[in-house]
């Protein structure tokens, strides 16, 4: 069982940047493959970004990427999303994710590939 807390969000206008954090309980975190996913109001959840275990590889939505970097610390048991440039549609309700992945250098796009959820933290950028 893993638990995820995600923090860091807030409001900011177009261009600045933000870093969020989810922190993971537990003491396998670096078995977990890690992912951002995101949803705006009306709008389905869509992914943001995704990092292995290791955080050797990490692979963005095609909207983010260049602007956003995903990165984890597994001694401190978090996996960050740092948010550059910002855009106003960028505001969004945030998620990270947490799949099992053990030691496989395997990404993961969907949401329903994910095995636990954050409570989300809200991003919103004004114009």
């Known amino acids: 069982q893993v638990q995820l807390v995600e923090s860091g969000g807030g409001l900011v206008q177009a261009g600045d940047s933000l870093r969020l954090s989810c922190a993971a309980s537990?003491?396998?975190?670096?078995?977990?493959?890690m992912g951002w996913f995101r949803q705006a109001p009306g709008n389905e959840r869509e992914f943001v970004a995704a990092?292995?275990?290791?955080?050797?590889?990490?692979y963005y939505a095609d909207s983010v990427r260049g602007r956003f970097t995903i990165s984890r610390d597994n001694a401190k048991n978090t996996v960050y999303l740092q948010m550059n440039s910002l855009k106003p549609e960028d505001t969004a309700v945030y998620y990270c994710?947490?799949?099992?992945?053990?030691?496989?250098?395997?990404?993961?796009?969907?949401?329903?590939?994910?095995?636990?959820w954050g409570q989300g933290t809200q991003v919103t950028v004004s114009s």
């Open positions: 994710a947490a799949k099992l992945t053990y030691y496989s250098g395997r990404y993961y796009t969907e949401g329903s590939e994910y095995d636990y």
């Open positions: 537990g003491r396998t975190f670096s078995t977990y493959g």
């Open positions: 990092i292995t275990w290791s955080g050797g590889i990490t």
